[in-house]
């Protein structure tokens, strides 16, 4: 079973910054794309961030400009590097493998609050 692990949420201001990361615990890392999703209470959960295994990225309309992934697969660790942050961004993060190979256990996400 594969388990994934967030870190590096927090409070914020609007306009400051912040970098998750999410370690994987797999051998085999490097074959998966990875995504970074985000969950608000009552809404639907939305894939904010992935990277293929070449490092081709996409993102959300919302977040494209001021989101960066990116990974590090001699380390297992894909990251969210969160600029220029807004309100609207509030949710707790979660990371986990692009579907097909979606692991059915998430990590218990990261909470990001931005906020004055």
């Known amino acids: 079973q594969v388990q994934l692990v967030e870190s590096g949420g927090g409070l914020v201001q609007p306009g400051g910054s912040l970098r998750l990361s999410c370690t994987v615990s797999t051998s085999i890392f490097s074959i998966y794309a990875m995504g970074w999703y985000r969950q608000v209470p009552g809404k639907q959960s939305e894939l904010v961030a992935g990277i293929g295994t070449n490092g081709v990225t996409n993102y959300a309309d919302s977040v494209k400009g001021r989101f960066t992934i990116s990974r590090d697969n001699a380390k297992n660790t894909v990251y969210l590097q969160m600029n220029s942050l807004k309100p609207e961004d509030t949710a707790v993060y979660y990371c986990?493998?692009?579907?097909?190979?979606?692991?059915?256990?998430w990590g218990q996400g990261t909470q990001v609050t931005v906020s004055s």
């Open positions: 986990n493998i692009l579907p097909p190979y979606q692991s059915k256990n």
